[in-house]
């Protein structure tokens, strides 16, 4: 397996309508950083239609990687997959919904040095609507204060990752609750995290996959479970 300096990648389900700029974007994003580069794609378990946009990006893009799930594995389950297969000594991954500008990932590397294990972006000003914001501050200052976290923004997937981490940090949460646990996992195991301001847009097309009742409460019950397993067992290696 080739390695490359840096891994782009994104979680991918259904955004068909933003991902090709996602794309264009951050290998122009990467080629200004003067690395070597992939960007891969965890299509997780998208409908054909999505899947037809996707594949159409192999012909502009020769760097692009492909990775289809038969089935959805949940937004955990796209981005073990993108940890797992992701060939770089870095890996950086946000959302495929254009809500961050791939192209700040020069923000990140302005911090970066080699060592620091997280470079973790934190919305200056979140764009979204009222009570998304209203249930994002929420959870974002619930799991803070049962996890004992310091970062600004643990929901904000803009993030500079080194590789090495996941040598020693094993994620398995498959819901949105998995940025919890990574950067529990991390700040467990004495690894390095760093913060950046970067810019957040509305949402230019689609739907969000996480704000209905279902799926929150999923995520409530998984928040609680995980910090049963984590915070009561200690159990980090598990």
Not at 30 to 48: P, Q, R
Not at 58 to 64: E, F, G, Q, S, T
Not at 115 to 134: A, C, E, F, S
């Amino acid at each position: 397996m080739k390695k490359v300096d840096l891994t782009i990648f994104f979680p991918y389900l259904n955004d068909w309508g933003t991902v090709g700029s996602m794309v264009l974007l951050s290998v122009s994003a990467a080629k200004k950083l003067k690395k070597s580069f992939e960007v891969l794609v965890i299509d997780d378990g998208s409908n054909k239609m999505s899947k037809d946009a996707l594949e159409s990006m192999k012909r502009l893009v020769p760097n692009l990687r492909i990775i289809h799930h038969n089935k959805n594995t949940g937004y955990g389950g796209a981005l073990r997959s993108g940890f797992k297969r992701s060939r770089g000594k870095l890996i950086f991954y946000t959302d495929g919904d254009a809500q961050y500008d791939v192209r700040e990932l020069s923000k990140l590397f302005t911090v970066y040095r080699p060592g620091i294990g997280l470079v973790n972006g934190y919305k200056k000003v979140r764009h979204d609507p009222w009570y998304r914001t209203v249930l994002g501050g929420i959870y974002h200052h619930t799991v803070k204060m049962m996890f004992g976290l310091k970062t600004r923004d643990t929901d904000c997937d803009f993030r500079l990752i080194e590789k090495r981490v996941f040598d020693k940090v094993k994620l398995f949460e498959s819901s949105g609750t998995i940025c919890v646990e990574l950067v529990k996992k991390m700040s467990h195991f004495g690894y390095k995290i760093k913060e950046v301001p970067i810019s957040h847009y509305d949402r230019p097309s689609g739907f969000s996959q996480f704000f209905n009742l279902p799926r929150l409460y999923r995520t409530g019950t998984g928040i609680i479970k995980l910090w049963w397993k984590l915070i009561i067992k200690q159990e980090y290696l598990a």
